[in-house]
């Protein structure tokens, strides 16, 4: 039976000794999170100097920063990992949690080729699975999969828009596919990410849903891009393609946005560059003995990282705790799982895998909305706790 792999070795980045790695842990000792780094293995709590992730990440230097750090050595990240998962957790001692807390999260869809010719054949499917292979052979004889060299807004993009709608085939997918304007929506409040190690959400109301590997972009206030972590925008398909307008269900429920191991801060070893040339690979493990693995190039990406950045935030929307960006993701699992041509879909216990050499691994079981952690600890908890602290 597959289990939660949370080996320090697969959890870190390959170059973990050259990593600026930022991200929070629960202390029972003191009865909040805390920000920490990794030094040698150890987790070192350096709370004192950034009360919150958010203000480390608005630094003016973060990696930097976080290195010139003094803190407190609060266990190994052998042991922190071991008591992470729900089960078996020992209440006393640390465990790990996203490494976002005051951070606007937010998402930009379909940006790769693939994931928006999906998104067009979930709305003409109208949520079904079963008419879906059929629609996906109508729609790419039409337009075929390979848009990676279109330039959305473009002329030849204008071109393509004008060619689908004399054609019937026009979506609201395509238009934030190809045109001008990125699909920027809110994944989850700031607060509500979860972990890995952590169950992460499926609502019961979906019979239809895969997980979304992503590259997540760490964003200050003023637009820097500072950082980047793996992310799982977990997607209901039949609610989003029962109506666009359903998106806030299909995507914005408890433990549905999973988030982490840590921030990797950009410096002179890891940039925009890197994370614009990473492969995301995702490994979905079921109880039933089922397993899918895929990946996402991020070179094949339509728009640039720093584009998205730019449409999230900037004169026209504001951000002053920063933001989370999930980058959108080429990877809509199509492998049927029970019937033939019923397509891929989650089922309870199912451990998923997102990993990046530059960024480590990202590993979460599947389970209801409702059997999850209920999140009860918001802004406000923070506020009150990092009093106590004497760090406000």
């Known amino acids: 039976m597959p289990s939660l792999d949370l080996a320090v070795t697969t959890t870190l980045p390959a170059d973990a000794e050259a990593a600026a790695l930022a991200g929070r842990v629960w202390r029972p000792d003191l009865g909040g999170p805390a920000v920490v780094t990794l030094r ?13 992730s958010r203000d480390l990440c608005e630094n003016a230097d973060p990696a930097a920063a976080l290195r ?19 089960d078996g957790r020992d209440p006393t001692r640390p465990w790990l949690l996203s490494p976002l807390d ?10 790769f080729a693939v994931s928006m010719l999906e998104r067009v054949i979930e709305e003409k499917a109208r949520g079904n699975p ?34 689908l709608i004399k054609q019937g085939a026009w979506s609201q997918y395509l238009e934030v596919g190809i045109g001008p304007d990125a699909e920027i929506f809110t994944k989850a409040p700031p607060m509500s990410t979860v972990g890995t190690g952590a169950d992460a959400g499926l609502h019961p109301a979906s019979s239809w849903n895969n997980p979304e590997p992503e590259i997540v972009l760490i964003v200050a206030s003023d637009g820097r891009i500072v950082g980047a972590t793996l992310g799982n925008d977990v997607n209901l398909r039949d609610v989003e393609g029962r109506s666009a307008l359903l998106l806030g269900k299909a995507k914005d429920n408890n433990a549905a946005a999973a988030v982490g ?47 998205l950045a730019a449409q999230m935030i900037g004169p026209h929307h504001q951000y002053p705790d920063g933001a989370a960006l999930y980058l959108g993701t080429m990877f809509a699992p199509i492998k049927d799982r029970d019937a033939p041509g019923g397509g891929f879909t989650h089922k309870y216990g199912d451990i998923v895998t997102i990993a990046a050499p530059e960024l480590g691994s990202l590993v979460n079981r599947m389970k209801r909305t409702d059997e999850c952690a209920p999140w009860t600890y918001g802004a406000s908890h923070l506020m009150r706790y990092l009093a106590g602290r004497g760090l406000l």
């Not at 040698?40 to 919150?52: H, K, L």
């Not at 005051?102 to 940006?111: D, N, P």
């Not at 003995?289 to 990946?295: I, K, N, T, V, Y």
Request: no cysteine; net charge negative.
């Open 40 to 52: 040698g293995g150890q987790v070192i709590d350096v709370t004192q100097s950034f009360a919150t």
């Open 68 to 86: 010139a750090a003094q803190g407190e050595a609060i266990g190994s990240l052998t042991d922190i990992l071991a008591n992470t998962p729900v």
């Open 102 to 111: 005051l951070q606007a999260v937010k998402a930009a869809g379909v940006t």
């Open 130 to 163: 079963a008419a879906a292979a059929t629609i996906r052979e109508e729609i790419g004889k039409l337009i075929g999969d390979d848009l990676s060299k279109l330039k959305p807004g473009s002329p030849e993009a204008m071109h393509l828009k004008d060619v």
């Open 261 to 307: 191991p840590f921030i990797r801060l950009f410096d002179a070893g890891f940039t925009l560059d890197h994370v614009r040339r990473t492969t995301v690979t995702l490994t979905v493990e079921g109880q039933d003995g089922f397993r899918l693995e895929g990946s996402s190039s991020i070179a094949k990406i339509s728009r640039d990282p720093a584009d």
